[in-house]
């Protein structure tokens, strides 16, 4: 889900055929021009055939092609898999198998309109059946230059999901799982385990900070799943090993080794950290607490508020300054995780708000302004983030960057019982000369409103 309110302002595959061009096209307009498949892939020589085959084949033109599908499939050629099926997909629509140089299909006609449709889905069939064989063979990149068309999100996961990550096929799997999308949560976590946290945290903040919110999600909990429980180990192997000398009796360090949470350790025997120590790289910590802002479920939020009472205790040398309004980094942070758990809200609201209202924007931003409006939608108090919203909306941003995020606030709002929240939207937006917001404030005022929901905090 995207952040209420944000002020601060491939592969189109190239086939034999020319109605295949226009599929592509439709389904992906924005993706860059790859060769085709079918020119390019295709072995020079072809393996010699068994001198038989050709008195067994059909005369029959369709049988004919079935069986040259049947024996491409048995022999594990999808290539010519797909060009096989191709051709079979143009016979069944009264076309020549191959295309004349000169062929164009219209759409003038019923007719031709049927036609070019049976010929989308025979070409994405084909695409699907000679991509997964493609993947299943080990060939990443080829397999995936045949299942992008298809748009099928599930089937493409399903499919490599069986691939194992090797060090042969390491870059072309983070491509497709990772940076294509197919497995977000697995490319990252293989990047993790294969280069680390240094350069993972480098991915995110080049890469998956400017995807959706959602995106951001899987890789901060893939982030913050590794970090913490890497601190925590360590921790408690220091613990361990250091609590006799510090007076602590060997009941004492076998119970809180085994049942103290992180941060309630750290918390209680300040020694851990007291002698200017660390327990990693500590610029690593601070990433990650904020990568975890995006996080909505409650064991995650637990698990980062136990990573910033553990930042608490570092030596103030290692305790850095964030950006409005988290220059005081661990505590604030603190307070936005422990509101969203359910805890010290009030509190949290108050500091947020006091930051919201009184930090420049100008100067610093208008990240104070967003945080403070985000909380208390994802506290479920969208009537008080909308009205917030209007109060501290800077008058320097369009407001159609943010409307999107109003109006469904104004909703979330309207039904739960805010009877005036949206009449109020439609006039801020009449008063900013925005009949655009008016008019979407007029949907919301119909007798049968549109529903609008948003995940709160706790909810998963």
Known sequence: MRHPLRFHPKATLQWNTSDF???VTRRH????????????????SAPALDPQLLQKLSKDPAKRIDEVIAFYRRERRPVELFEAMKMKSRMRFGLPMIAPPDEKLGMQTPREAEIQRGLEEGLLDACRQAGAMLIEDGKIGEGWMYLRPIGDPALAKRLFSTVEITEDNYDEMIHV?????????????????QQGTCNSITLYDS???SRSREDKKIAAKCLLIHLF???DERVREDFAQRASDNGIDPDAIQRDRDNAVLGELVTKHKWILGGGGYHLDTTHLASVVRFAQVLDDPGLLEKALQLCQYGRQLPPDFQYPGEEPFVDFYPAHAAFFSALLGKNVDTAVRLFGQRARTVDSIVHGSGAIETYIELLDRLGRPGEALRAAMELFPDEVPLGRVMPEMIEMAGRASQKGDDKIVAQLEKFCFDRGDLLGVAAAGELLSPKPRQTTRMTAGQS
Request: without cysteine; hydrophobic residues 40%.
């Open 21 to 23: 061009d226009e599929t």
């Open 29 to 44: 307009p924005a993706s860059v021009l790859l060769p085709s498949p079918a020119v390019n892939d295709a072995p020079t």
């Open 177 to 193: 799982l990772l940076h294509e999308g197919v497995d977000l949560e697995r490319g990252f976590n293989a990047v993790l385990q």
């Open 229 to 231: 429980d890497e601190l």
């Open 207 to 209: 890469t998956i900070s």
